[in-house]
């Protein structure tokens, strides 16, 4: 399951994460996290929550995250988990908790089949180009005919990531919670079917 892009004179590639890529995505997890990162840096965007290694390989090993490797790098990765999966997170379990009242295409999140997109982080060397909609669209791919609907969230304080998300990848805001004084927007989109 590997896609490659060409641009900037360098190659990137889309693929499953395998336990060699781990650490890198620890790395790149902690690199980017709200707690790690100055005023000016969280305009950039910000991951919310880290995952210890164990609970990495077990989300990459539940429905397998996506990494992008530029020039054999990792450049970013993106995350995904069934709703029954056991994060730990409380902004997660929060949200699911909302899904009762947040409406899909007329339908409450509850009623469709559907998994957690994220998170999802970028090297800020490699931001800006594309690498976000390939990992995207790597998954969606990954996951077609599985599921119907992928579910986010996002930290209504990170603007950079809600535009990418919103403007740049076309999610739809299905509605918010809040949690320790923090807006979370809840997004949704549509995953396509099985390819025959």
């Known amino acids: ?22 650490p890198a995505i620890l790395r790149l997890q902690s690199n980017n996290f709200i707690e790690n990162l100055s005023e000016s840096e969280r305009k950039e965007g910000f991951l919310s929550a880290q995952f210890t290694l164990e609970q990495t390989a077990a989300i990459a090993e539940d429905l397998r995250s996506m990494v992008a ?61 594309g690498l976000l909609r390939g990992l995207y669209e790597a998954q969606k791919n990954d996951l077609a005919g599985r599921f119907e609907v992928g579910v986010a969230f996002v930290s209504r304080s990170n603007a950079h990531s809600l535009r990418a998300h919103v403007d740049g990848l076309g999610m739809i805001e299905v509605g918010d919670f809040e949690l320790k004084g923090n807006i979370y927007v809840i997004l949704a989109f549509r995953v396509p079917g099985a390819s025959r």
């Open 1 to 22: 399951m590997s896609s490659q892009a060409r641009g900037n004179l360098s190659e990137s590639v889309f693929r499953r994460a395998v336990p060699e890529d781990y």
């Open 69 to 129: 490797v530029v020039d054999h790098e990792l450049a970013g990765f993106l995350c995904a988990f069934r709703r029954e999966f056991d994060t730990g997170s409380p902004v997660i379990a929060k949200m699911l908790d909302s899904y009762d009242r947040v409406t899909f295409e007329g339908k409450p999140l509850s009623s469709v089949n559907s998994y957690i997109y994220g998170p999802v982080c970028i090297a800020r060397q490699y931001r800006g180009r």
